[in-house]
Nanobody
Framework: QVQLVESGGGLVQAGDSLRLSCAASGIIFSLNAMGWYRQAPGKQRELVAV???????NYADSVKGRFTISRDNAKNTVYLQMNNLKLEDTAVYYC?????????????WGQGIQVTVSS
């Protein structure tokens, strides 16, 4: 079965940094685009960052310059380095995987991990 397991969340103060990790199994990792999404209470889930199978990255405007997504295909792991965290970054963060270059491919999701930023 496909599994995406997030780790690295927690409670931090504004201005601090965190690195989230997502370990994938049950997929051909190198052929998948990987992404991070987040959802705050009462709000819709939103894209934070995505990295293609070829390494191309895209970010939400709200995190550009602060967050960096990367992948290690040898470890089947995608990371989200979060610097200069702000109160509005508080959310549950979800890992996402989807095959690139395949019509009709469907996404897989992790269970989510809490990130809380306090003042």
């Amino acid at each position: 079965q496909v599994q995406l397991v997030e780790s690295g969340g927690g409670l931090v103060q504004a201005g601090d940094s965190l690195r989230l990790s997502c370990a994938a199994s049950g997929i051909i990792f190198s052929l998948n685009a990987m992404g991070w999404y987040r959802q705050a209470p009462g709000k819709q889930r939103e894209l934070v960052a995505v990295i293609s199978s070829g390494g191309t990255t895209n970010y939400a405007d709200s995190v550009k310059g602060r967050f960096t997504i990367s992948r290690d295909n040898a470890k089947n792991t995608v990371y989200l380095q979060m610097n200069n965290l702000k109160l509005e970054d508080t959310a549950v963060y979800y890992c996402n995987a989807r095959r690139d270059k395949v019509l009709g491919s469907r996404p897989y999701w992790g269970q989510g991990i809490q990130v809380t930023v306090s003042s």
